[in-house]
């Protein structure tokens, strides 16, 4: 009997168990789920005879690694920083891994350690990083096949809430780790335009929100950039590329207003806050006197106190004299805090996941064409979610090809940018509902 574990049962990972157990009983496989939370493990595999429930002490390095020694493949819903923990116990134990985080500085480290010992450590294998790097590899192969060259190429996506449950002036409601969207952009962004590398802080990532792109029966996605796009150039094959960009799309307004967060300084994670009120805080935080804060934002950031911007900030309630309720002591911490009360997704609210890749290329002789190949999905609710239908489902998928030996996996560290790992995963996609949607002009 084949053995499957996955580690951690968090909101993504449900779509990913039940996949596995559905496929387990045709192929005898045994499912252990691991998790520090037993309640969470319970709610994923119910009374599945193939699942195997354990309850993990991450850090316990003799409980970790028994269970990655059991197992044939090892699938990781971690954190990211915790992907290296399991990594080594995976190189020790001879068993491959499949992440969907990035590829860590740690992880890239042990690419010749996993090449040798023949395994693979598949990262980057969920929605955004994962299938957007397995649709831009086919749409750039299609392309180099009838031997386009390609010179512009965009790929935005964004974990939004669907238009039926957006109710707050911010639409938008936590559909993924809320951590991450606080400290989005904290590293910066870098891309390529017309030819040029832009390099842009932190303080300057929400400044200036791209146009982005009109979707149907949604509306217009407004864009920033996300990361450092030029990583990907050398791994997407695209010598001739004039623009390169990859982004994050929200709808219009939140940009603007997240970027007053950002300069009001309720993003940092490294200060401490001694203040006990809400409005205290953000006085500190701008040495603000103790006149109205709608006024000194407005005047700080350049813009007129009826800007809906600022109406977005006081709808969150951080412009009072309300105590602070959480122990938290930094100012990212309580920023969450207070996001987690105020973009709660409700049991019956329905999220919404939209990825679009925009590529311009040219032929010798017929001139310039651009595709735009466009997928929109949304969840059932706040559990069967689309952020964790996209996330989830490619890394179950490729756990089932690798088990069932329908393919051969790559050694070392790798993201999902080999035919021989998108083309089925992508097909399988589609009888999922994850279907792409390409126009030419």
Request: glycine share 6%; proline share 4%; net charge neutral.
């Amino acid at each position: 009997m084949q053995t499957a574990l996955v580690v951690g049962a968090g909101k993504t990972s449900v779509y990913l168990i039940e996949y596995l157990l559905k496929h387990a009983p045709r192929n005898k496989w045994n499912i252990i789920v691991a998790d520090s939370n037993m309640d969470a493990i319970a709610d994923k595999i119910g009374d599945d005879s193939y699942a195997e429930a354990v309850v993990l002490d991450i850090t316990d390095n003799k409980q970790r690694a028994s269970l990655v020694k059991r197992a044939d493949i090892v699938i990781s819903l971690m954190p990211p920083q915790l992907h290296h923990i399991l990594a080594e116990d995976c190189l020790t134990h001879k068993k491959h891994l499949i992440t969907a985080s990035y590829v860590s500085p740690e992880m890239k480290a042990l690419h010749e350690k996993a090449k040798q010992a023949g395994l693979m450590f598949m990262c980057e294998m969920g929605l955004d990083p994962g299938i957007d790097h397995m649709t831009a590899h086919s749409i750039i192969n299609s392309i180099h096949k009838v031997a386009g060259s390609i010179i512009g190429f965009q790929s935005y996506a964004g974990g939004l809430i669907a238009p039926e449950s957006d109710n707050n002036p911010w639409h938008y409601k936590f559909t993924w780790n809320p951590y991450n969207v606080v400290t989005a952009g904290n590293a910066g962004a870098k891309y390529l335009y017309k030819g040029k590398v832009v390099e842009i802080p932190y303080e300057s990532v929400f400044a200036n929100p791209g146009k982005g792109s009109k979707i149907q029966d949604v509306g217009q996605m407004m864009c920033y950039p996300n990361r450092d796009s030029l990583k990907y150039l050398e791994l997407y094959d695209l010598p001739d590329v004039k623009t390169f960009i990859r982004g994050t799309y929200r709808y219009k307004g939140f940009i603007r207003a997240w970027n007053i967060i950002v300069h009001l300084g309720l993003t940092d994670t490294s200060d401490t806050v001694s203040a006990k009120t809400y409005a205290e805080w953000v006085r500190l935080k701008n040495n603000f006197d103790e006149t109205s804060l709608k006024t000194q934002i407005a005047d700080k950031m350049g813009i007129t106190i009826d800007d809906k911007s600022i109406t977005m900030i006081e709808w969150l309630g951080i412009l009072y004299d309300e105590p602070i309720t959480s122990n938290k002591r930094n100012s990212a911490d309580i920023l969450l805090d207070v996001l987690l009360r105020k973009w709660e997704l409700k049991p019956r609210d329905r999220d919404m996941v939209i990825m679009v890749n925009e590529v311009e290329y040219e032929h010798k002789n017929n001139g310039k064409t651009k595709l735009r190949s466009t997928m929109v999905l949304k969840g059932e609710n706040n559990k069967y979610s689309a952020m964790a239908k996209t996330v989830g489902l490619p890394m179950g998928i490729l756990a089932k090809l690798i088990l069932t030996k329908k393919v051969v996996p790559p050694t070392g560290v790798h993201i999902p940018n080999m035919q021989s790992i998108y083309k089925p995963v992508l097909a399988e996609l589609e009888e999922h509902g994850i279907v792409f949607h390409e126009e030419v002009t």
